[in-house]
Nanobody, 125 residues
Framework: QVRLVESGGGLVQAGGSLRLSCTAS????????MGWFRQAPGKEREFVATISWSGDSTYYADSVKGRFTISRDNAKNTVWLQMNILKFEDTAVYYC??????????????????WGQGTQVTVSS
């Protein structure tokens, strides 16, 4: 059974930082594209960042580019999202997602096979 478990969310002041983690119990992690998405109250889920299986390729939403960094360690089946210079509008539930056997990056939520339960990030202004 595949599970993705996010952690690291919390309450932070604007301008602060948080680091989200996602550990995946998936045997094909090293050949999976990984992504982070978020959903704010009353809004649709939106793409945040994605990383290729090797970690060599990353892609970010314009709203987080330069502030967020996605990374991964295939030996630990873990992907991280380092979030710096957080803004009030970054407040959302953040979800980790995995696309098996995919050697590129993709910002499309419909491309992902598995999803975590989400972790809340709240940025106070």
């Amino acid at each position: 059974q595949v599970r993705l478990v996010e952690s690291g969310g919390g309450l932070v002041q604007a301008g602060g930082s948080l680091r989200l983690s996602c550990t995946a119990s998936i045997r094909t992690f090293s050949s999976a594209a990984m992504g982070w998405f978020r959903q704010a109250p009353g809004k649709e889920r939106e793409f945040v960042a994605t990383i290729s299986w090797s970690g060599d390729s990353t892609y970010y939403a314009d709203s987080v580019k330069g502030r967020f960094t996605i990374s991964r360690d295939n030996a630990k089946n873990t992907v991280w999202l380092q979030m710096n210079i957080l803004k009030f509008e970054d407040t959302a539930v953040y979800y980790c997602a995995a696309r098996e056997h995919f050697y590129y990056t993709t910002p499309n939520d419909y491309d992902y096979d598995y999803w975590g339960q989400g972790t809340q990030v709240t940025v106070s202004s």
